[in-house]
């Protein structure tokens, strides 16, 4: 079992950065992928970005491509995303989550451990 708390949304004037963090709980972090995914209002929740185990593979929506960065601190148990030039099209409710070992997929029902979300919203 992993437990994950998000933290660090918040509201943001377009243009501007956040970075949110996921601490996760238990022993085998660094045994885990670990994925960012958003739901704004209305809309299904989407794959934001991912990273491997070990940090040495990452993978990103296109929408995050090129200003939002995924990394995590294996010995913190924590899991960050930089987001930067943030447009009003950003604001969604941020989720963290996890999966056991190397996982590619970026579809949502194949991750089984989520964090309650942190709220990000970008005004312009």
């Known amino acids: 079992q992993v437990q994950l708390v998000e933290s660090g949304g918040g509201l943001v004037q377009a243009g501007g950065s956040l970075r949110l963090s996921c601490a996760a709980s238990g022993r085998t972090f660094s045994r885990y992928s670990m994925g960012w995914f958003r739901q704004a209002p209305g809309k299904e929740r989407e794959f934001v970005s991912r990273i491997s185990p070990g940090g040495g593979s990452t993978d990103y929506a296109d929408s995050a491509k090129g200003r939002f960065t995924i990394s995590r601190d294996n010995s913190k148990n924590t899991v960050y995303l930089q987001m930067n030039s943030l447009k009003p099209e950003d604001t969604a409710v941020y989720y963290c989550?996890?999966?056991?070992?190397?996982?590619?997929?970026?579809?949502?029902?194949?991750?089984?451990?989520w964090g309650q979300g942190t709220q990000v919203t970008v005004v312009s």
């Open positions: 989550a996890a999966k056991f070992g190397v996982v590619v997929t970026m579809e949502v029902n194949e991750w089984p451990y």
